[in-house]
């Protein structure tokens, strides 16, 4: 199997920084595009960033400028640099993957645990 591993969320103040991390393990041959989500309370899961394999980046628009996404696919791992928090990033973040496990196997989505993300003074 395949599990997808978050760490370095907590609790800051306004425009305070942190890094999230997201280590993939398990049965992988490769990871195609890796994505940060969050999901903030009573609302739905929503794209933060996206990275190919290729290192080719997306962002929402709500985090641009603020917000760095990237990978060592050596170590099949993932970060987010986040910057300038605001009270609105306040949410649980989740790291998002395509796998293919072996040659025998297609891509498949997997999901972290989620990581929780407060920004308050």
């Known amino acids: 199997q395949v599990q997808l591993v978050e760490s370095g969320g907590g609790l800051v103040q306004p425009g305070e920084s942190l890094r999230l991390s997201c280590a993939a393990s398990?049965?992988?041959?490769?990871?195609?595009?890796m994505a940060w989500y969050r999901q903030a309370p009573g609302e739905g899961r929503d794209l933060v960033a996206r990275?190919?394999?290729?290192?080719?980046?997306n962002y929402a628009d709500s985090v641009k400028g603020r917000f760095t996404i990237s990978r060592d696919s050596a170590k099949n791992t993932m970060f987010l640099q986040m910057n300038s928090l605001k009270p609105e990033d306040t949410a649980v973040y989740y790291c998002?993957?395509?796998?293919?496990?072996?040659?025998?196997?297609?891509?498949?989505?997997?999901w972290g645990q989620g990581t929780q993300v407060t920004v308050s003074s």
């Open positions: 990275i190919t394999s290729g290192g080719d980046t």
């Open positions: 398990g049965s992988i041959f490769s990871i195609g595009a």
């Open positions: 998002h993957a395509i796998v293919r496990r072996s040659t025998y196997f297609p891509f498949n989505i997997y």
